[in-house]
């Protein structure tokens, strides 16, 4: 009789992997199509490189405003590839990094972790795929105040990395370390 249960409690958590992969690959390939979608908009209706000539852009809010910026690098312009060698050993850093956060998504059996690291893999993509068509990653977004520019200009991308990042960081840190308490001990405890 209990190892019908646990056969049945093994079948529930696979099926559960199994929904968390559908459910993150879907949300990485949409956070990956907005990404690109946003980039092509800025670009090309928007015109925001012809805009971005005399150093204005495209000014939405008082803190808020589209800028044309080419990040050759990563995170805050971290690991600049200047060259053609350059270029590749990054997308491939960043390919790697990648698979391993698919690799991670595809064996998580909490929900709202797949989520974030969809999120992650999603942005992840649609910066290297920029690196790869352009050498560059498309950036845009500008969160300013007054003439603090507190934070780097960014892309849609970037703030589903982001984003991702501190929901695995909140977690991992608003954890108490306890595990959950079965059926048994809720009762005895």
């Known amino acids: 009789m209990a190892e019908a249960g646990l056969t049945r409690k093994t079948g529930r958590a696979r099926d559960e992997v199994r929904r968390n992969r559908a459910v993150g690959l879907a949300i990485a390939i949409l956070v990956l199509a907005a990404d690109q979608l946003s980039k092509w908009a800025v670009l090309n209706p928007l015109r925001l490189v012809e805009r971005s000539l005399g150093g204005e852009g495209i000014v939405l809010l008082p803190f808020f405003r589209f800028i044309y910026v080419e990040n050759p690098g990563i995170s805050m312009r971290f690991l600049p590839a200047d060259g053609h060698v350059a270029r590749w050993l990054l997308v491939a850093l960043t390919g790697a990094i990648a698979a391993f956060v698919l690799a991670w998504m595809w064996r998580e059996k909490r929900r709202d972790d797949a989520i974030a690291l ?66 048994a001990e809720a009762t005895n405890g």
């Open 118 to 183: 969809a999120l992650i893999l999603g942005g992840a993509l649609g910066n290297i795929l920029d690196r790869v068509r352009l050498g560059f990653v498309v950036d845009f977004a500008d969160l300013h105040v007054g003439d603090l520019h507190p934070f780097l200009v960014f892309n849609l991308g970037d703030a589903a990395i982001t984003v991702g990042v501190l929901v695995l960081l909140a977690r991992a840190l608003l954890r108490d370390g306890r595990k959950p308490r079965g059926p």
